[in-house]
């Protein structure tokens, strides 16, 4: 846009100068994705992934003992396990290739990540709950509470890490910035 005063220059999604003065074809990256990778998202999402395979296995060893518990009845063992690996194996990939994209799919999975491992940590707290009680009035419970104490420390920490890569990615996410240019004409004055 030109008026008599000014020239304004508007740029969405400049072009990234080289060192040597050519421009790039890569398309300006936000400083919040390019900051993406210091959060660790390739740590945290190995974490996650050994999390999911954790709960799967203890899945597999739930489901063949006996005894009726919310969170074997609730199947979330089992969902549970492959929604913390294929968040953590997007989180993993979006450090890899960091690319919008990719950012923005971790971010999703890790948010129903984060809504699992709420779901598992409530049903849990449910499960020990009631184990108490039945100890309480009629003697042990049939599972050990070394059972539920891992489950409920792998939710947290599911949970927590969950939590953090979303915060991280949803700031990298977030729309880049466009950049205004004002010019000001310069106007000769002859008088």
């Known amino acids: 846009m030109s008026t008599d005063k000014a020239t304004v220059i508007i740029q969405i999604n400049p072009q990234v100068t080289q060192d040597d003065g050519e ?17 660790q998202p390739k740590a945290l999402g190995s ?14 060893l ?4 006996s005894g009726y518990r919310f969170y074997v009845s609730s199947g979330i063992l089992f969902w549970g396990s492959l929604i913390y690996i294929t968040a953590g194996s997007l989180s993993v990939a979006a ?7 990719m950012v923005k799919a971790a971010l999703i999975m890790n948010v129903i990540s984060a809504m699992a491992a709420a779901t598992a940590i409530v049903l849990t707290s449910i499960d020990i709950n009631a184990c108490l009680w039945h100890y309480k009035y009629y003697g042990p419970c049939l599972e050990s509470q ?6 409920l420390v792998l939710s947290i920490l599911q949970f927590i890490i969950s939590v953090w890569i979303s915060g991280f990615a949803c700031k990298a ?11 000001l004409n310069q106007e000769n004055e002859s008088h």
């Open 23 to 39: 421009k790039s074809g890569e398309v300006y990256r936000s400083t919040a994705l390019t900051e993406f990778p210091k959060t």
């Open 47 to 60: 974490v996650q992934i050994m999390t999911g395979v954790m709960v799967g296995m203890m899945a597999i």
């Open 62 to 65: 739930r489901f063949s003992s």
């Open 95 to 101: 450090e890899n290739k960091l690319h919008l994209c």
């Open 146 to 151: 070394a059972w539920f104490a891992i489950l």
């Open 173 to 183: 996410s977030s729309h880049d910035p466009t950049v205004v240019n004002v010019v």
